[in-house]
């Protein structure tokens, strides 16, 4: 098409809707032009809810929602940890050329069977299992153009499931920005789990890499620190957050390099009902026999070299391991979980704990009334023995201490009740105020109660799209799902997210042992008002938790 400029340059005109500058066209040469700023006006208009994101290493496309919301789905932030990288730690992602679609839900790490669905119900799309699993999605509030914020805080979650599940897709990131007033970005992470990400023993320590899935969760705290102000969030002000396994991990990475990880990662910790079972030394006795077991069942045995072997596996066949081996556990407990391996997690957790040797400034715990009835048969009721229970969920624990034990909850009502109450503190709620010791003065303690407070039934709350809330009141909603928010923001809960719409929340005081231990309380009345105060911590749990504390080198905790 040939155009040809006015003589004077001119200023151009106002034609057709469209402004030509100083420019001086046939009238095919006029439609031609027009056809191609269309095309470009179109092209634009897509790109504008569809922004990409350079990370150097790949170019991301993702998708901004009807409410300006941002969404990169399916992020990778190591490669895959598939043939030799498997039972090895995270390596880099390799450079990949295009820009990459970030808009349907990454395949999920493999999952042990404990009664998850094999595909999610709430993604765009069948999420199927996979060993190509070390995916991030990322959201953020943005313009009408898809463009990121600045400098805005950072909330990274890690789900839960008992390290051996659990998947980025069935949390919807829209949920927390809304509840953050769009004061927030949000990264949510997966890691490898079960056998893939947790198989101990010696000779993964020489020929590997033990906590993979620790470690891949530190890979993606990296990327975060190196690329989240592409997506306008700050590095600098940081806050992780899990519930029960990714509570747990959180626990895991604020001990991490005996709380000098550099650089610093987080600045904030939240735990949701901080998980923390027998964490053993990777080369005692049950690890030792946990990894002759997946030797064996994978006919490894007699190989030459057996970490070769194990890595030449099939991943279905080392999936059927997997499920194997966590079935034969004792009712409600996980086999594959962390151990100390010497270097990322350098000694029992709760040493380092009571020592101060932690990462991060301020801490927010929150835990539920009754923990641990979902992990007790409550059809065993009529065998059901305190002392027994304290035997059989700790291998390690002396006769002794047992029997203590069963003198200790004795009077908690029946022996099932007994058994409830010791899988919930020993495992879920002492070790949280081992934590808010180790944050004294600078850390703050939640208890959900709306009936029943079991365990997982707070998710709801803050990620209504996964479930529906069983207390439809909005204000409790908002005073509960806005203290993770208000504390990711300012490292405060006191601090309300929209000053203009403050929650029922009344002041929230420091958890300080010995110095005025109150938490806050989230429940209803029977006639359904919401029930939001502060309350003392009880002494005879206390009581209870520092004998669990005094035998931890023997629960391996």
Same mark, same amino acid.
């Given at each position: 098409?040939?155009?040809?400029?006015?003589?004077?340059?001119?200023?151009?005109?106002?034609?057709?809707?469209?402004?030509?500058?100083?420019?001086?066209?046939?009238?095919?040469?006029?439609?031609?032009?027009?056809?191609?700023?269309?095309?470009?006006?179109?092209?634009?208009?897509?790109?504008?809810?569809?922004?990409?994101?350079?990370?150097?290493?790949?170019?991301?496309?993702?998708?901004?929602?009807?409410?300006?919301?941002?969404?990169?789905?399916?992020?990778?932030?190591?490669?895959?940890?598939?043939?030799?990288?498997?039972?090895?730690?995270?390596?880099?992602?390799?450079?990949?050329?295009?820009?990459?679609?970030?808009?349907?839900?990454?395949?999920?790490?493999?999952?042990?069977?404990?009664?998850?669905?094999?595909?999610?119900?709430?993604?765009?799309?069948?999420?199927?299992?996979?060993?190509?699993?070390?995916?991030?999605?990322?959201?953020?509030?943005?313009?009408?153009?898809?463009?990121p914020p600045k400098d805005l805080p950072v909330l990274v979650w890690i789900h839960g499931g008992g390290y051996l599940g659990g998947q980025a897709s069935a949390y919807n990131g829209d949920d927390i920005l809304k509840q953050s007033n769009r004061n927030l970005v949000l990264v949510i992470i997966q890691y490898r789990l079960g056998v893939f990400g947790f198989l101990p023993g010696s000779k993964v320590k020489q020929n590997g890499a033990l906590n993979a899935g620790l470690?891949?969760?530190?890979?993606?705290?990296?990327?975060?620190?190196?690329?989240?102000?592409?997506?306008?969030?700050?590095?600098?002000?940081?806050?992780?957050?899990?519930?029960?396994?990714?509570?747990?991990?959180?626990?895991?990475?604020?001990?991490?390099?005996?709380?000098?990880?550099?650089?610093?990662?987080?600045?904030?910790?939240?735990?949701?009902?901080?998980?923390?079972?027998?964490?053993?030394?990777?080369?005692?006795?049950?690890?030792?026999?946990?990894?002759?077991?997946?030797v064996s069942q994978l006919n490894c045995t007699t190989a030459s070299n057996t970490m070769a072997c194990l890595r030449a596996a099939d991943a279905n066949a080392l999936e059927t391991v997997n499920d194997n081996l966590n079935h034969g556990a004792f009712w409600g407990t996980f086999l594959l979980v962390p151990v100390i391996d010497g270097t990322f997690i350098r000694q029992r957790p709760t040493l380092s704990l009571a020592q101060g040797k932690v990462n991060g400034k301020?801490?927010?715990?929150?835990?539920?009334?009754?923990?641990?009835?979902?992990?007790?048969?409550?059809?065993?009721?009529?065998?059901?023995?305190?002392?027994?229970?304290?035997?059989?969920?700790?291998?390690?624990?002396?006769?002794?201490?047992?029997?203590?034990?069963?003198?200790? *909850?004795?009077? &908690?009502? =029946? /022996?099932?009740? !007994?058994?409830? @109450?010791?899988?919930?503190?020993?495992?879920? $709620?002492?070790?949280?105020?081992?934590?808010?010791?180790?944050?004294?003065?600078?850390?703050?303690?939640?208890?959900?109660?709306?009936?029943?407070?079991?365990?997982?039934?707070?998710?709801?709350?803050? *990620?209504?799209? &996964?479930? =529906? /809330?069983?207390? !439809?009141?909005? @204000?409790?909603?908002?005073?509960?799902?806005? $203290?993770?928010?208000?504390?990711?923001?300012?490292?405060?809960?006191?601090?309300?997210?929209?000053?203009?719409?403050?929650?029922?929340?009344?002041?929230?005081?420091?958890?300080?042992?010995?110095?005025?231990?109150?938490?806050?309380?989230?429940?209803?009345?029977?006639?359904?008002?919401?029930?939001?105060?502060?309350?003392?911590?009880?002494?005879?749990?206390?009581?209870?938790?520092?004998?669990?504390?005094?035998?931890?080198?023997?629960?391996?905790?």
């Open positions: 098409m040939s155009v040809n400029r006015e003589p004077n340059g001119g200023g151009g005109r106002f034609q057709s809707g469209f402004w030509e500058p100083g420019f001086s066209c046939s009238r095919r040469d006029s439609m031609q032009l027009r056809a191609l700023l269309l095309t470009i006006l179109a092209a634009v208009g897509s790109f504008a809810q569809s922004p990409v994101v350079d990370l150097g290493y790949a170019q991301y496309r993702g998708a901004v929602s009807s409410a300006n919301f941002a969404h990169f789905l399916g992020i990778r932030y190591a490669a895959a940890p598939i043939g030799d990288l498997r039972f090895r730690g995270p390596q880099p992602p390799a450079n990949i050329s295009g820009v990459q679609d970030a808009t349907t839900q990454p395949n999920q790490c493999f999952q042990s069977s404990s009664g998850l669905s094999p595909t999610n119900p709430l993604a765009t799309r069948a999420v199927v299992s996979d060993e190509d699993c070390l995916f991030l999605n990322v959201y953020y509030p943005s313009d009408t153009a898809g463009l470690l891949d969760q530190d890979a993606a705290l990296r990327w975060v620190n190196r690329h989240i102000t592409k997506f306008g969030g700050d590095p600098a002000k940081v806050t992780i957050w899990g519930e029960s396994a990714g509570a747990g991990s959180v626990l895991q990475q604020v001990v991490a390099n005996n709380g000098q990880t550099k650089p610093q990662l987080f600045r904030g910790a939240i735990t949701s009902s901080t998980f923390l079972p027998s964490q053993y030394k990777y080369n005692d006795r049950i690890p030792e026999l946990i990894f002759s077991q997946v301020v801490l927010l715990s929150v835990t539920n009334t009754f923990e641990g009835d979902v992990f007790v048969d409550q059809n065993s009721a009529a065998i059901a023995n305190a002392t027994q229970y304290a035997l059989n969920l700790f291998p390690e624990i002396q006769p002794a201490q047992a029997d203590k034990a069963g003198r200790l *909850y004795s009077e &908690l009502g =029946t /022996p099932i009740l !007994q058994e409830n @109450a010791i899988q919930a503190e020993s495992i879920f $709620i002492c070790p949280t105020y081992y934590m808010l010791n180790a944050f004294r003065g600078r850390s703050y303690k939640a208890e959900f109660a709306v009936p029943r407070g079991q365990h997982g039934a707070d998710v709801a709350y803050y *990620y209504p799209t &996964l479930s =529906t /809330p069983t207390f !439809q009141n909005q @204000a409790f909603i908002n005073a509960f799902a806005q $203290i993770f928010t208000s504390f990711a923001i300012s490292l405060n809960p006191n601090v309300d997210v929209d000053p203009a719409n403050p929650t029922i929340t009344p002041q929230w005081k420091v958890w300080m042992q010995g110095l005025g231990e109150t938490e806050m309380l989230f429940n209803k009345t029977e006639t359904n008002e919401p029930v939001v105060h502060t309350i003392e911590t009880g002494q005879a749990l206390l009581q209870r938790c520092a004998f669990w504390d005094s035998v931890g080198a023997f629960t391996a905790q």
